[in-house]
């Protein structure tokens, strides 16, 4: 069973100070980590897709990377807007085509 | 690109009364469809994969016929709650497989659905 645990739970950062958020998984074969963004009320927002250890992909402020156990998606210099909640999630390789979420981050920025 | 729209936003409804929510995907043909649901502070939990032109696939705990899912064509996937109660109030939300084979999933805004 596919399984994806994200920490910290909550964090609370300053404006500017750069972090990382940790996604930790267990997959039958990954076929892909996908990360999201969630605002309160609304649905998730597609971030980034890696495939195989050793990706990187770069969006603004946000970088993720990917290894064989684990996936980071680093913050540098973050703004107040860049405050929500972000998921991560895996698809493994038996055929089911169905997302495992972690629980999620939910990132504070103050100004 | 990759747009998926749902509708209602949000639904308020009397116990016993059936409720239909509509996920369509506007710029991309979409093979597969999933229904998640989200209480307050979790994480989704996914209840069905609907597939185009074929029954449903539901998660174990998930009622069939409470929850009826119709995936009548590439772009649009309905989930119908059928006789709800207050226990069925939730945010409900969708997501979209592109047909192409990319394995990225794209999520519908998501319907508030409170049953009084």
């Known amino acids: 069973e596919d399984q994806v645990t994200q920490s910290p739970e909550a964090l609370r950062l300053q404006e500017g100070e750069s972090s990382s958020l940790n996604c930790s998984y267990t997959?039958?074969?990954?076929?892909?980590l996908f990360w999201y963004r969630q605002d309160p009320g609304k649905g998730p927002e597609f971030l980034f897709t890696?495939?195989?250890a050793g990706e990187e992909k770069e969006k603004e402020r946000l970088k993720a990377t990917l290894t064989k156990k684990e996936s980071f998606l680093h913050i540098t210099a973050p703004k107040p807007e860049d405050s929500a909640t972000y998921l991560c999630?895996?698809?493994?390789?038996?055929?089911?085509?169905?997302?495992?979420f972690g629980s999620g981050t939910r990132l504070q920025v103050q100004p | 690109g990759a747009v998926v729209s749902q509708h209602p936003s949000r639904v308020i409804c009397k116990s016993g009364t059936s409720v239909k929510i509509e996920c369509r995907s506007l710029?991309?043909?979409?093979?597969?469809m999933f229904w998640y649901r989200q209480f307050p502070k979790q994480s989704l939990m996914l209840m069905a994969t609907s597939n185009e032109g074929s029954k449903a696939t539901y998660e174990q705990g998930v009622e069939k016929d409470k929850f009826l899912i119709n995936h009548a064509s590439l772009t649009l996937s309905t989930l119908t709650v059928t006789s709800a109660h207050p226990e069925d109030s939730s945010f409900y939300i969708c997501s979209a497989q592109d047909s192409s084979g990319q394995e990225t999933q794209y999520f519908g805004p998501g319907t508030r659905l409170l049953v009084l």
């Open positions: 997959v039958s074969g990954l076929r892909g």
């Open positions: 890696l495939y195989s």
């Open positions: 710029d991309f043909q979409a093979t597969t």
């Open positions: 999630a895996v698809q493994g390789d038996t055929g089911r085509r169905a997302l495992t």
